[in-house]
């Protein structure tokens, strides 16, 4: 079964850096793109940071200048790591994936994968 697996999530002071990663398990899983993105208390999913299998990256632009997302194609994995974080930034991030499952020879099928999130506390 293919799933997303995330890591990295915290406690960190304002000024200060954190590094999320997020990989898919499972085989036969080809990336499309992959992002974070971020939900606060009571509030629908904001995108943080998307990145496609050709390194095309997107930024929300309360993130950009501070925050850089990468990807590693062949390990089907997204990084972003978050520099010069602000209270603000304080939420659970959720890792993202888009693409293709191999289900036979001759047979793919799109996917769009949810992690569980991971929370990102920036308080002093």
């Known amino acids: 079964q293919v799933q997303l697996v995330e890591s990295g999530g915290g406690l960190v002071q304002p000024g200060g850096s954190l590094r999320l990663s997020c990989a898919v398990t499972?085989?036969?899983?080809?990336?499309?793109?992959m992002g974070w993105y971020r939900q606060y208390p009571g509030k629908q999913r904001d995108l943080v940071a998307t990145?496609?299998?050709?390194?095309?990256?997107n930024y929300a632009d309360s993130v950009k200048g501070r925050f850089t997302i990468s990807t590693d194609n062949a390990k089907n994995s997204v990084d972003l790591q978050m520099n010069a974080l602000k209270t603000e930034a304080t939420a659970v991030y959720c890792c993202?994936?888009?693409?293709?499952?191999?289900?036979?020879?001759?047979?793919?099928?799109?996917?769009?994968?949810w992690g569980q999130g991971t929370l990102v506390t920036v308080s002093s």
């Open positions: 993202n994936a888009e693409g293709l499952e191999a289900v036979s020879a001759n047979t793919d099928r799109y996917l769009e994968l």
């Open positions: 499972g085989s036969n899983f080809s990336m499309y793109a």
């Open positions: 990145i496609t299998h050709t390194r095309r990256t």
